[in-house]
């Protein structure tokens, strides 16, 4: 069974920045891809950022220029690097894994940005 563990969320005001990870355990059949999900109050849960095992990234657009995803194929671990933070990146952040026979969630990291 896959388990992913995140880390790294927490406050932060305006412009700031905070790096997530998330290291998974478990696997036996290396990863599709893995990514980073949100969630804020009252809205739906929305891609934020996504990394195949070859490197090919997406990003939602408001994140473009400002959020970086990586990957630690070695380790499992999926990072996201989140710079010039604002108010409205406040969400509840999950982390993704999915393979051919799994797709695996985190139990999420809260994220808020003040203004």
């Known amino acids: 069974q896959v388990q992913l563990v995140e880390s790294g969320g927490g406050l932060v005001q305006a412009g700031g920045s905070l790096r997530l990870s998330c290291a998974a355990s478990g696997i036996k059949i290396r990863p599709n891809a893995m990514g980073w999900y949100r969630q804020a109050p009252g809205k739906q849960r929305e891609l934020v950022a996504a990394i195949t095992s070859g490197g090919s990234t997406n990003y939602a657009d408001s994140v473009k220029g400002r959020f970086t995803i990586s990957i630690d194929n070695a380790k499992n671990t999926v990072y996201l690097q989140m710079n010039s933070l604002k108010p409205e990146d406040t969400a509840v952040y999950y982390c993704?894994?999915?393979?051919?026979?799994?797709?695996?969630w985190g139990q999420g990291t809260q994220v808020t940005v003040s203004s």
């Open positions: 993704n894994v999915r393979g051919p026979l799994y797709n695996s």
